[in-house]
């Protein structure tokens, strides 16, 4: 089993930019594929970013292409979102999640995943 918390969320002005992080307790936290998802009030939840086990792979959603970075470090048990040009539609809860996974080199876009962290609240002001 992982725990996962979040932070680095805040406040920031749209254009602005924050880097969100996610710790993880427990084993094997190479083992996990890891993604980042967010939700908007009254929305669904979305699939921002992920990332595969061995740190090479990664997959984003189109709305955040070329403005996220998702990045991890095995050795520090974290997965980061690096969050440049903000915009005010990337206001949500943004949450880290964790799939055990066989595949070392898998990033995962869907919601399957095991775990989840408690969010991290991001608001871009416009």
């Known amino acids: 089993q992982v725990q996962l918390v979040e932070s680095g969320g805040g406040l920031v002005q749209a254009g602005g930019s924050l880097r969100l992080s996610c710790a993880a307790s427990?084993?094997?936290?190479?083992?996990?594929?890891m993604g980042w998802f967010r939700q908007a009030p009254g929305k669904e939840r979305e699939f921002v970013a992920a990332?595969?086990?061995?740190?090479?792979?990664?997959t984003y959603a189109d709305s955040v292409k070329g403005r996220f970075t998702i990045f991890r470090s095995n050795a520090e048990n974290t997965v980061y979102l690096q969050m440049n040009s903000l915009k005010f539609e990337d206001t949500a809860v943004y949450y880290c999640?964790?799939?055990?996974?066989?595949?070392?080199?898998?990033?995962?876009?869907?919601?399957?995943?095991?775990?989840w962290g408690q969010g991290t609240q991001v608001t871009v002001s416009s």
């Open positions: 990332i595969s086990r061995n740190e090479i792979k990664t």
């Open positions: 427990g084993r094997s936290f190479s083992s996990y594929a």
């Open positions: 999640a964790a799939r055990s996974t066989y595949y070392s080199g898998a990033a995962y876009p869907d919601g399957s995943y095991d775990y």
